[in-house]
């Protein structure tokens, strides 16, 4: 950390080290008596050194965590305009429903006679994501988008080989505009990944599936509205194409925020898709809160759907656990997900209804696009000749030339109060920046917002190249090495090594 305060705190924000290093082995916030006994119950392997535990008192432990906390920067702090994310705010409503003790202290493996209400939800939540996406069954369970990915490629797997095909049906399909998580999912779930090559309008065209398809082909995933903030107009015919050759459609839904209300996705010949409830239905994200990816099945692949299920009875909830006597294909995890996120997801809808919903998808389009048109005149967006959906894809041609890039404003972006956008997303776009400002921020913010971007633009296109590459020089730390940091991370701390920190360029 550059600073050029004797202290190394700048203004009234303190630096902080790591634990390991402000923490000292002899030092504890907690008072416990000596074991009895002591008996030596570990067969002779119990640890002879000492443990090297950061020791520290309760406010030293408090002001450590308050001041990392500082470096923090938040939906609940400022816009948050990453691409693809969906970082909106998160009500509080929400989360005064799942601080309810009822929920909160629940333990999964309580007498079911003591969790109805939990199941109720549970079970309300998976009728209103079936409604919504017009689709008749669904698994709650999995813990992220790309687990929910995961979730329906082995839906599609099992499916296939109920049919005899398992051994035969190899090949999915991904078009190169696709999150990484896609490919990724496909390959682990066993598949072999095939690309469907980017067209010049940003869009997956059905002539091009046309040709991949064939007796091997399982499924293709696509998501919708794509990763470039734009519709699949042709959806609905490459769905037939692809269930007439005998194959699968996976939705990537990340994006379901954009159609949420207006669309769903079960009418356009959808097989499986996961819905981030920590993007479309604002349960906390990145940092925040863990996610939660239930993915939607249709009718066709509703009878594999993992276990556990829920089953309502006259005399109220039970749960399935096992997969015998069905066609289940396993289970996702342990217990039944993320339940703090189904009550807050749930609370969510109930609070917004129907019509609340289609606003949500409705304002966040309208946002999108006024972003796009505010900054179309001052930076090259390569599909920005018609509308776009929840995103505005923009990206550095103009600048290039000049070695000004995306990272360069992402990087200024730091100094102006903001977390960047999305950079280098989708591989498409050479040097993407994909702004979702999402439906919760008012017109205020994003016109503040655009205004430092334009500001930006126009002190690159007058060839202030230093101001750019010396960004950020406001925070905390300026720029950090990043292939080290991802190539060779460093996990482990050891005593005496202070530099732990990937240093500053
Ligand atoms: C966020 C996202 C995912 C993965 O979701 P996680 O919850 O992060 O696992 C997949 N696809 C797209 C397009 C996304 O934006």
Same mark, same amino acid.
């Given at each position: 950390?550059?600073?050029?305060?004797?202290?190394? +705190?700048?203004?009234?924000?303190?630096?902080?080290?790591?634990?390991?290093?402000?923490?000292?082995?002899?030092?504890?916030?907690?008072?416990?008596?000596?074991?009895?006994?002591?008996?030596?119950?570990?067969?002779?392997?119990?640890?002879?050194?000492?443990?090297?535990?950061?020791?520290?008192?309760?406010?030293?432990?408090?002001?450590?965590?308050?001041?990392?906390?500082?470096?923090?920067?938040?939906?609940?702090?400022?816009?948050?305009?990453?691409?693809?994310?969906?970082?909106?705010? +998160?009500?509080?409503?929400?989360?005064?429903?799942?601080?309810?003790?009822?929920?909160?202290?629940?333990?999964?493996?309580?007498?079911?006679?003591?969790?109805?209400?939990?199941?109720?939800?549970?079970?309300?939540?998976?009728?209103?994501?079936?409604?919504?996406?017009?689709?008749?069954?669904?698994?709650?369970?999995?813990?992220?988008?790309?687990?929910?990915?995961?979730?329906?490629?082995?839906?599609?797997?099992?499916?296939?080989?109920?049919?005899?095909?398992?051994?035969?049906?190899?090949?999915?399909?991904?078009?190169?505009?696709?999150?990484?998580? +896609?490919?990724?999912?496909?390959?682990?779930?066993?598949?072999?990944?095939?690309?469907?090559?980017?067209?010049?309008?940003?869009?997956?065209?059905?002539?091009?599936?046309?040709?991949?398809?064939?007796?091997?082909?399982?499924?293709?995933?696509?998501? +919708?509205?794509?990763?470039?903030?734009?519709?699949?107009?042709?959806?609905?015919?490459?769905?037939?194409?692809?269930?007439?050759?005998?194959?699968?459609?996976?939705?990537?839904?990340?994006?379901?925020?954009?159609?949420?209300?207006?669309?769903?996705?079960?009418?356009?010949?959808?097989?499986?898709?996961?819905?981030?409830?920590?993007?479309?239905?604002?349960?906390?994200?990145?940092?925040?809160?863990?996610?939660?990816?239930?993915?939607?099945?249709?009718?066709?692949?509703?009878?594999?759907?993992?276990?556990?299920?829920?089953?309502?009875?006259?005399?109220?909830?039970?749960?399935?656990?096992?997969?015998?006597?069905?066609?289940?294909?396993?289970?996702?995890?342990?217990?039944?997900?993320?339940?703090?996120?189904?009550?807050?997801?749930?609370?969510?809808?109930?609070?917004?209804?129907?019509?609340?919903?289609?606003?949500?998808?409705?304002?966040?389009?309208?946002?999108?696009?006024?972003?796009?048109?505010?900054?179309?005149?001052?930076?090259?967006?390569?599909?920005?000749?018609?509308?776009?959906?929840?995103?505005?894809?923009?990206?550095?041609?103009?600048?290039?030339?000049?070695?000004?890039?995306?990272?360069?404003?992402?990087?200024?972006?730091?100094?102006?109060?903001?977390?960047?956008?999305?950079?280098?997303?989708?591989?498409?776009?050479?040097?993407?920046?994909?702004?979702?400002?999402?439906?919760?921020?008012?017109?205020?913010?994003?016109?503040?917002?655009?205004?430092?971007?334009?500001?930006?633009?126009?002190?690159?296109?007058?060839?202030?190249?230093?101001?750019?590459?010396?960004?950020?020089?406001?925070?905390?730390?300026?720029?950090?090495?990043?292939?080290?940091?991802?190539?060779?991370?460093?996990?482990?701390?050891?005593?005496?090594?202070?530099?732990?920190?990937?240093?500053?360029?």
């Amino acid at each position: 950390m550059k600073t050029e305060t004797t202290s190394g +705190n700048r203004g009234l924000l303190q630096a902080e080290g790591l634990i390991f290093e402000t923490g000292h082995a002899t030092g504890t916030g907690v008072d416990l008596p000596e074991p009895k006994g002591g008996a030596d119950e570990l067969g002779g392997l119990g640890r002879k050194a000492a443990l090297d535990l950061p020791g520290l008192s309760e406010p030293e432990t408090m002001r450590h965590y308050v001041r990392l906390s500082q470096k923090n920067y938040a939906i609940d702090l400022g816009l948050f305009p990453l691409g693809s994310c969906t970082m909106k705010h +998160n009500p509080r409503l929400n989360e005064r429903v799942a601080r309810f003790e009822g929920f909160a202290e629940l333990h999964p493996l309580q007498p079911l006679s003591t969790t109805q209400g939990a199941m109720e939800v549970m079970d309300q939540l998976a009728h209103w994501l079936c409604t919504m996406t017009g689709m008749p069954a669904v698994a709650l369970s999995p813990k992220a988008g790309a687990h929910g990915e995961m979730c329906g490629m082995l839906a599609i797997k099992a499916a296939l080989a109920a049919r005899g095909e398992g051994e035969t049906r190899k090949r999915v399909l991904v078009p190169t505009s696709a999150h990484g998580t +896609n490919p990724a999912t496909a390959h682990e779930a066993g598949f072999i990944v095939d690309e469907i090559p980017a067209r010049d309008d940003g869009r997956v065209h059905l002539d091009d599936v046309k040709v991949k398809l064939g007796p091997d082909v399982a499924a293709i995933m696509i998501t +919708n509205p794509n990763t470039c903030g734009l519709f699949e107009r042709e959806v609905k015919a490459i769905a037939d194409a692809i269930h007439e050759a005998g194959a699968y459609f996976y939705c990537d839904g990340a994006n379901y925020n954009a159609i949420v209300g207006r669309v769903r996705p079960g009418d356009l010949g959808v097989d499986a898709m996961h819905i981030n409830l920590h993007k479309t239905f604002s349960t906390p994200h990145g940092g925040g809160g863990p996610g939660a990816g239930p993915t939607v099945l249709s009718a066709a692949l509703a009878p594999f759907v993992p276990v556990p299920h829920i089953i309502k009875r006259d005399k109220g909830y039970s749960l399935r656990e096992h997969t015998e006597g069905t066609q289940a294909f396993g289970r996702m995890c342990a217990f039944h997900g993320q339940m703090g996120m189904f009550t807050r997801a749930l609370t969510y809808m109930l609070s917004h209804g129907s019509d609340g919903l289609r606003q949500v998808a409705e304002d966040a389009v309208l946002n999108a696009n006024y972003m796009l048109t505010r900054l179309k005149p001052h930076y090259n967006a390569p599909f920005g000749n018609g509308p776009c959906m929840h995103e505005a894809l923009l990206d550095h041609t103009r600048t290039k030339e000049q070695g000004i890039e995306t990272k360069d404003f992402a990087k200024a972006l730091l100094d102006e109060g903001y977390h960047p956008f999305t950079t280098y997303f989708p591989l498409v776009v050479d040097g993407a920046m994909l702004i979702e400002p999402t439906e919760t921020e008012p017109k205020r913010e994003l016109d503040r917002f655009c205004d430092v971007m334009i500001a930006l633009s126009k002190r690159a296109a007058a060839g202030d190249k230093d101001f750019f590459k010396n960004a950020p020089v406001l925070a905390p730390t300026r720029r950090l090495d990043e292939t080290r940091a991802a190539r060779s991370p460093k996990l482990r701390w050891k005593r005496g090594d202070n530099s732990a920190a990937i240093a500053a360029e």
